[in-house]
């Protein structure tokens, strides 16, 4: 039995994550109180049901209660017959302040969104830190958020690694959380050529104009031989996943050629290498 167990800052986007999950063909439940894990486990794992080979649950952690009997229910059910993952999602104070305000409604720590957001983001530390993937949604599209949701879903489990590799605007402000962060605004701007203007990163209009230059040759074989030296190295020190953040000025056009070529060179050995676009499309959720 599979069980991904979803928490994370309210309006960092969990119910879309499900959403997601469900798609997949997964079990959902949703406000699971922590508790109550191990004893849906024991029921599902006796029912035999392959409705339940696959599970994935948002863990209400919003109350003291609620936090303390969590860690409890992990040890637990690491003496069943259950695959755990523990996935965290989160977002920056700015983004939560914007999506609730969209939506209209309170958050459900306070009756201050910033002092509802300072509390989780205190009280939901450790959780973050002991997550097996935490993804930070800041900026992202429902789309680029279900691209990252694969990646951990197959997330190469006998390395115990996984490569993320996103692009993004400084306009924006520099991806955070980022292991490496690399400056491409030095490659030729496609911005300034009519004709790929409106045009972003993915189309062969835009990548032949950046890729067909000498120096943006030189800047990628020069990257892969850095990244092929640094990532047995962050895996001899256990990480489990490191984030190349590719920088241009937007986030539409240099950066997102160069993360999707760095990306698929960096597939070819390392499977669970996956790509994102902080900024090549921006959305605010409909969904918590």
């Known amino acids: 039995m599979e069980l991904i167990i979803i928490t994370g800052m309210s309006g960092s986007g969990k119910s879309y994550a499900l959403d997601v999950f469900e798609d997949l063909g997964y079990y959902a439940m949703d406000n699971l109180a922590p508790a109550l894990l191990p004893k849906f486990c024991e029921m599902a794992l006796d029912a035999k049901s392959k409705n339940f080979d696959k599970v994935a649950a948002v863990v ?7 936090f303390n009997s969590f860690f409890s229910a992990c040890e637990d059910l690491k003496g069943m017959n259950v695959k755990t993952k523990l996935l965290f999602l989160y977002a920056d104070m700015e983004t939560i302040i914007a999506r609730y305000k969209e939506l209209r409604r309170p958050h459900p720590m306070s009756s201050s969104i910033v002092q509802g957001y300072k509390f989780e983001e205190k009280t939901l530390e450790k959780v973050k830190k002991d997550a097996d993937f935490v993804i930070d949604t800041t900026g992202l599209s429902t789309k680029n958020l279900r691209t990252q949701l694969m990646a951990f879903i197959s997330y190469d489990e006998k390395d115990n690694f996984a490569i993320e590799v996103s692009s993004f605007g400084y306009k ?5 959380d980022a292991d490496i962060v690399l400056d ?3 490659l030729p701007n496609p911005f300034y050529v009519e004709e790929l203007k409106s045009l972003n990163g993915k189309s062969e209009e835009v990548k032949n104009y950046v890729m067909k230059r000498d120096v943006t040759k030189e800047f ?3 990257t892969i031989d850095l990244l092929e030296f640094l990532i047995p190295n962050y895996m001899a020190e256990q990480k489990r996943v490191l984030t190349i953040g590719i920088g241009c000025t937007g986030g539409f056009h ?4 160069i993360a999707e070529e760095i990306g698929r060179i960096l597939k070819e050995e390392y499977k669970s290498t996956y790509i994102s676009h902080r900024d090549m499309e921006k959305n605010l959720w409909k969904k918590r």
Do not use: P, Q, T
Not at 172 to 176: F, M, P
Not at 254 to 257: M, Y
């Open 220 to 222: 990628i074989k020069k």
């Open 172 to 176: 924006r402000g520099i991806l955070k």
């Open 254 to 257: 240099r950066s997102v050629v």
């Open 60 to 66: 209400d952690l919003r109350s003291g209660e609620f």
């Open 184 to 186: 491409v605004r030095f």
